[in-house]
């Protein structure tokens, strides 16, 4: 999707893309508080919500932002990469749960994206477009190949 570059304006046309896309597939689901496919009530399933730890929800969003700048930026190497991994596996349990609040959803969605993208950061073993692998400065033989994650399909 984002090709070699993830920055510019790229996003504003993915907004609208996957936007429309979000919202028809919301718009899909049959009856709020139930699972459209079982048609039981999962309210048990939800996770706490983040009113009782709206600290750490800002700290996690901040370390998240700080992590991804950092380690799998625009200059990135393989400890860089290995480091925000291994910090994201850390954080992954947030995704195992369903939340009642925007915010807590939106974390749940960045820590995923995240662990994608420093997947994918960590496979391509070379420097392209606005991505410069300080251990791989050239482009590398595999820069021309397209790289597909699916979150929860191991490769």
């Keep these: 999707m984002h090709g070699a570059n993830r ?6 046309l993915e907004g609208l893309v996957f936007g ?15 699972d459209s496919e079982k048609g039981e009530n999962v309210e048990s399933e939800y996770a706490p919500s983040s009113c009782a730890h709206i ?8 370390s998240l932002r700080k992590l991804m700048w950092e380690r799998v930026g625009i200059v990135r190497c393989a400890e860089s990469l290995t480091l925000a991994s291994e910090t994201l596996a850390r954080w992954l349990m ?4 369903r939340y009642r609040t925007r915010q807590d959803q939106e974390l749940k969605n960045m820590i995923t994206v995240a662990s994608l993208i420093t997947e994918a950061a960590m496979s391509r073993k070379g420097s392209i ?10 482009r590398g033989e595999d820069w021309g190949r397209h790289i597909t994650l699916q979150y929860g399909v191991p490769r």
């Excluded at 920055?7 to 504003?12: D, F, M, P, Q």
């Excluded at 429309?20 to 009856?31: L, M, Q, Y």
């Excluded at 947030?94 to 749960?97: A, F």
Aim: with cysteine; aromatic share 2%.
């Design 7 to 12: 920055l510019a304006s790229n996003s504003l």
């Design 129 to 138: 477009g606005a991505h410069c692998r300080s251990d791989y400065p050239d």
């Design 20 to 34: 429309a896309r979000a919202g028809r597939a919301a718009a899909s689901v049959k009856g709020r508080g139930e």
């Design 55 to 62: 600290d750490d929800l800002k700290v996690m969003r901040s």
């Design 94 to 97: 947030v995704t195992r749960h």
